[in-house]
């Protein structure tokens, strides 16, 4: 090309030639520009309208399929000579008089330049000729510059390697096409041309199993948002909406200020998994359940962690680059979630790791039959990969991780992660006594306001105490009851047909629970989202409708070491009587040890005796170092008669105990503690003041912490078998959460 000359106005006016020429010799042939962008496409038909007599009509990805339509009509009609494409390839315009290309941006990929020409090369006909392509010089690379040589080698070529590409995109078009607008929207008149083919989504999910019908008709409404299009596909049982969102910054209440945002939400619904894919450029998971109910009338629950993590099943050659590992233990301890980072992460995980914690999230990279590819997982019923995809590609997807979970086979992933128990799907309640009932983790970060009926102000949750019976005669169930100084609420908890909450009485009073959100809602519903940790006698937990099952471990309680025999009846103590009045010269369980603590070596004795509460005495000692020793007693008054036989005794105080390892926590104990104070509880020794300094000197934000059991129905000497087994499980719990082996005051 001679210098000085503008490159695309030459390339313009040989295109009008060629047009020409074709047209001369009889040939109906239509004219595809190419251009890189939307700007560099209107500089384009300025260039043509002026330099040229072609009849040219800009088109873009962005534009709805009516849109498109409407330029092919133009275009068979004989309205227009051809198109201006912004980036696309010739996607949408499969018509066999496509002939002549303007390569002004040609693209520099090899494959993709070979897709473009093959949409000119594979059609021959009547009234056709051969295909021509025009291109800058300057800009074909070295790979490309063969394609644009007079020679009919390449032709070949195009077919062979752009075959497979054009069969994908034509696959794409026939199931973007099968949408159809969702009449129950008012479509935005901006958003009137917006194509699907013009998303592409980062692949991400959260996952479902629905209780109920599904309807993807359902007019889609989200609180906070404005619904401005919506889209559904029946054969493929999915909906795709844009909602708008209008908010302010946290700085500023002037509404000038505020900014708007548009989110994209695809739901498909796997009929034969029962499982509801909800995919989201918002990811709150608030929001992912608003939608859920939007579409399903019954019930949705996210999927148990040995469920989600099946997704794995068709990876090999596992590389884990993030690996979070969740604390066993109940409460705050000092790593009630740990996480693992690196480029091999998983070989971080040892063996002993298993005793400890259960397995959380994973994030790494594996191979599956369709090639390597990233892959990461929640407890939250999330999946998700490094990878954007249109909506066919995204879809495919989910119908490949549906399979994978309902699949039960078991399998491992081969590497370490399989020490990191994943947990057991169960279909009904364990046949075992519940020691104790405890909140989720995050309960105690932040703890949610209760607020009962008749009490005029808000308590924390967490201040209050849980009972759980199952019962032989009702094995189906857990009878469940929260407890306050104010009332109590009673509950059932049932793994059919879903795990849920119920109340045990409709005509009860209901509670209400107030979150960060400033939102009041019944506890059934807080509960239903966040699950009671039930643990049981063997050890195991049940959380939803999974068992995180104990290690095995058959070591024994040493009774002779661990267990200290009181004599009762020479100190006048009551055991039947855990407090309160007794008849003179008897005295309650909890008196006698007041007095035992008080006289003893202790700093501090904290009297607690309240739901709620961390023990009924709490006492600090000093160790040899100055370090603070914390102790917490629980205490039990004796059943019946003889002692050492009944195991039922022990299942309510070491239920207790299970629960204690989160007041090693020093932040934990301190607030408290001082908070209880506050309330009623009563110091017997030293006081508040005294306490704070006390704990405030240990250097470690984890205290020692001793715990004992006070039951005079447990003997040394007619200890059962199944006593003894208890207390072991307990003991080694206590142990793994960096506590000192579980003491028990009792009967000879």
């Known amino acids: 090309m001679a210098s000085g000359l503008d490159p695309d106005k030459e390339l313009a006016r040989q295109t009008a030639y060629e047009f020409a020429k074709d047209k001369a010799s009889g040939y109906q042939h239509i004219v595809m520009v190419r251009a890189n962008t939307r700007t560099q496409a209107i500089k384009l038909q300025e260039i043509y309208g002026k330099e040229t007599t072609l009849r040219l009509e800009v088109v873009h990805s962005g534009l709805s399929n009516r849109a498109t339509e409407r330029t092919v009509a133009q275009l068979r009609k004989g309205e227009l000579d051809g198109v201006i494409c912004v980036n696309m390839l010739g996607e949408g315009f499969d018509l066999p008089r496509l002939k002549i290309a303007a390569l002004h941006s040609p693209h520099r990929s090899l494959s993709v330049t070979l897709q473009f020409l093959g949409r000119f090369a594979r059609v021959n006909g009547e009234g056709l000729g051969d295909a021509k392509f025009l291109a800058i010089q300057e800009e074909i690379n070295h790979d490309m510059e063969s394609l644009f040589q007079e020679s009919s080698a390449w032709g070949r070529r195009i077919r062979a390697i752009g075959q497979r590409q054009i069969s994908k995109e034509i696959q794409t078009r026939e199931f973007l096409e099968e949408f159809e607008n969702n009449e129950a929207i008012g479509d935005e008149a901006t958003l009137d041309d917006l194509s699907l083919y013009s998303f592409s989504l980062f692949n991400h999910a959260k996952v479902y199993q629905v209780h109920g019908e599904v309807d993807l008709w359902a007019k889609p409404a ?24 209008e ?38 998971d608030v929001i992912f359940k608003q939608i859920a109910a939007l579409f399903v009338k019954g019930h949705v629950l996210g999927l148990s962690l040995n469920k989600i993590n099946r997704v794995l099943r068709s990876f090999t050659s596992l590389e884990l680059f993030n690996v979070g590992m969740r604390n066993r233990a109940t409460g705050t301890v000092a790593e009630s979630y740990r996480q693992i980072a690196g480029s091999a992460a998983h070989v971080a995980i040892e063996k ?33 990969r490094l990878e954007q995809s249109k909506l066919p590609q995204l879809i495919g997807w989910f119908t490949s991780m549906a399979g994978d979970i309902v699949n039960p086979a078991p ?24 020691l104790a009932a405890d909140w989720q983790n995050g309960c105690y970060d932040k703890p949610p306001l209760l607020f009962v009926p008749g009490v005029t102000r808000p308590m924390s949750l967490i201040d209050t105490d849980i009972s759980v019976n199952w019962l032989p005669e009702k094995p189906d169930r857990y009878e469940v009851t929260i407890r306050l100084e104010e009332g109590e609420v009673n509950l059932i908890y049932l793994l059919s047909p879903y795990p849920h909450f119920e109340y045990r009485d409709e005509s009860q009073t209901k509670w209400e629970i107030e979150r960060a959100a400033k939102r009041r809602y019944d506890i059934i519903e807080y509960l239903n989202e966040n699950p009671l940790r039930f643990h049981l006698a063997d050890g195991s937990i049940l959380e939803g409708n999974q068992i995180f099952p104990v290690p095995a471990d058959d070591t024994p309680f040493d ?39 008080v006289n003893g070596s202790s700093e501090i004795v904290f009297y607690d005796h309240r739901p709620g509460e961390c023990a009924d005495y709490l006492t600090v000692d000093l160790n040899d170092d100055g ?83 006070v039951q005079p129905g447990v003997s040394v000497q007619k200890l059962s078998t199944k006593s003894s087994n208890l207390m072991a499980t307990i003991s080694r719990g206590l142990l793994a959460h960096g506590c000192e082996r579980l003491r028990v005051l009792c009967s000879a």
């Open 247 to 284: 908010s302010l910054p946290k700085w500023t209440s002037a509404g000038v200020l505020s900014t708007t945002e548009y989110h994209l939400f695809v739901c498909h619904y796997d009929e034969k998994a029962g499982l509801l894919f909800i995919c989201a450029t918002c990811r709150e």
């Open 559 to 597: 009774a002779e070491t661990l267990m200290e025999a009181i004599d009762w009846q020479g100190n006048n103590v009551d055991p039947y009587r855990e407090f309160g009045e007794c008849t003179a010269p008897l005295r309650s369980i909890h008196d006698w040890l007041s007095e035992r603590l």
């Open 222 to 245: 989200l609180q906070g948002f404005t619904v401005k299009k919506s889209w559904v596909n029946r054969k493929h049982a999915t909906a795709a909406f844009i909602a708008r969102e």
């Open 352 to 384: 002993s790791d298993g005793t400890l914690y259960h397995r959380g999230h994973v994030f790494g990279r594996g191979t599956t039959p369709d090639g390597v590819t990233t892959i990461g997982l929640s407890s939250l019923s999330k999946v998700w």
């Open 627 to 709: 370090s603070p020793l914390i102790r917490l007693y629980h205490c039990k008054g004796a059943g019946g008669k003889p002692s050492g036989e009944r195991d039922n005794d022990l299942f309510d105080v070491c239920g207790q105990v299970t629960k204690s390892t989160r007041w090693r926590n020093r932040k934990v104990l301190v607030k408290q503690v001082n908070k209880r104070t506050q309330t009623g509880s009563v110091f017997r020794k030293g006081n508040l003041k005294m306490f704070a300094e006390l704990v405030a000197s240990s250097p470690q934000h984890q205290f020692a912490l001793e715990v004992y059991i």
């Open 411 to 434: 399998f491992t992933t081969g590497i370490a992660l399989d020490y990191l128990d994943a947990g057991v799907d169960v279909e009904v309640l364990p046949a075992l006594t519940v």
